[in-house]
């Protein structure tokens, strides 16, 4: 069978120059866009109730959470691999082209393109909900017109500051991110101070149970608490796709490592506090958002307001990142003249290794493309109940594709080393 080794580019051509900045992004920014991209305050407020929810899971939760882990930690390991052999700001796109071939390449692609664009509305519609309910304007959150229209400006604020530069996107994201990690850790302090000092009514001891897998009472329970749970984790692969643009680009894929790492340490410790604060049976009638119900019982009037201010910056921040990856995808793409008619022209393109130069002005004004394409898929997403917007049902399909694909990409790849090892044990 044919080797699936990454092609190396003929002798005598070069590779065509990206026009992407080198350096511009620290290694410190790219676990923070990694992170930020998942949207952990969003994610965490809309999922965990759901969670608890499933039958056999109750407080065995975090033990969920962990198991869901695992799989997202292969995947970025699979990530880091990929990046060592290949630093390609298209990440899925250029991988799985060269690991699994030029047709699956192009799914992978547009799979990326398409899932952006429903995501960044899906996360604008939240920004701008949660927008009007730190000013305390409920009528906006009924409306469909002003979150349409919120929306849609969260979206051009955040292009904007995409289309300005690497630095000033990097720089916000720290700063978001900052935010929303601060306030959901002492969310969990002072929700497990309370606990044991004052013990509120539904409140419940943590147990080391709720961490062990083994405890939950069925395992088709554990199957359906996981496949949401991976979902919380999905988007840290965006801090791999400014690789090119990093002070290492081939040690840039370690943040995704690192940015899963992170996010389990920080929804353990968050979901063990808010169940041991209010007890599974108020999570489970709060699923649409455990933060918002549980901020006033923490925090009490008007610090209850910081965890709202917690949801807002993790889905302005993340749709922020949705588009850096989505803007690199396409520029990728269009050096290796994905964009045709059809796959068919594209293999034929990639059969011949035909590259086009394509440099960062390309990739802004994809960025302002795609961001165009979200405002009408903003004005869809409006339209569907607010439980819906960003749950796995909305994207879960082209959502598992690009990891999957880059994971299978990655094992076919590296797997057929001269000592016979695989991608995730060879070290390094």
Excluded at 187 to 211: C, D, E, H, Q, R
Excluded at 257 to 282: C, K, M, N, R
């Amino acid at each position: 069978m044919e080797s699936a080794s990454v092609p190396a580019p003929e002798k005598g051509q070069a590779a065509a120059p990206a026009g992407l900045k080198k350096g511009a992004v620290s290694y410190l920014s790219n676990i923070v866009i990694g992170v930020a991209s998942v949207a952990p305050g969003y994610s965490i407020a809309a999922t965990l109730g759901f969670v608890v929810a499933v039958a056999g899971v109750g407080l065995q939760a975090p033990a969920v959470m962990l198991i869901a882990f695992l799989p997202m930690y292969c995947i970025a390991y699979a990530y880091r691999y990929m990046n060592q052999a290949d630093p390609d700001c298209g990440t899925t796109f250029s991988w799985v082209t060269r690991g699994l071939g030029p047709r699956a390449g192009w799914l992978g692609g547009w799979a990326i393109v398409v899932t952006d664009i429903i995501v960044m509305a899906s996360l604008a519609q939240i920004a701008a909900i949660y927008s009007f309910l730190l000013v305390g304007w409920d009528g906006g959150v009924d409306s469909q017109v002003a979150v349409m229209i919120a929306g849609v400006i969260w979206i051009a604020i955040m292009t904007a500051i995409c289309y300005i530069g690497t630095e000033i996107s990097a720089t916000t994201q720290k700063y978001l991110l900052t935010t929303e990690v601060v306030i959901l850790v002492a969310f969990a302090i002072v929700a497990l101070i309370k606990v044991y000092t004052g013990a509120p009514a539904g409140s419940v001891n943590v147990s080391a149970s709720w961490f062990n897998p083994f405890a939950v009472d069925s395992f088709s329970g554990l199957i359906d608490g996981v496949l949401l749970g991976t979902f919380i984790y999905w988007g840290w692969d965006s801090g791999v796709a400014v690789n090119e643009e990093s002070d290492d680009p081939r040690g840039s894929g370690k943040s995704a490592v690192i940015a899963t790492l992170f996010l389990l340490v920080l929804y353990l410790l968050v979901s063990a506090a808010s169940q041991a604060f209010a007890g599974p049976q108020t999570l489970i009638d709060n699923a649409d958002d455990i933060l918002s119900k549980l901020g006033t019982d923490v925090f009490g009037s008007p610090w209850d307001k910081l965890l709202i201010i917690t949801v807002l910056t993790s889905a302005s921040a993340s749709t922020q990142t949705t588009i850096l990856p989505t803007a690199r995808a396409t520029l990728s793409m269009a050096r290796q003249n994905a964009f045709r008619s059809s796959s068919a022209g594209f293999i034929r393109a990639f059969s011949r290794r035909a590259i086009r130069p394509c440099g960062w002005e390309r990739s802004r004004r994809s960025g302002l493309l795609l961001s165009s394409c979200s405002a009408p898929t903003t004005c869809w997403v409006t339209r569907s109940p607010r439980s819906a917007s960003g749950s796995p049902s909305t994207t879960g399909s082209p959502a598992s594709r690009a990891p999957g694909s880059t994971a299978t990409s990655c094992a076919r790849t590296h797997g057929r080393s001269s000592t016979g090892a695989c991608c995730l044990c060879s070290g390094g």
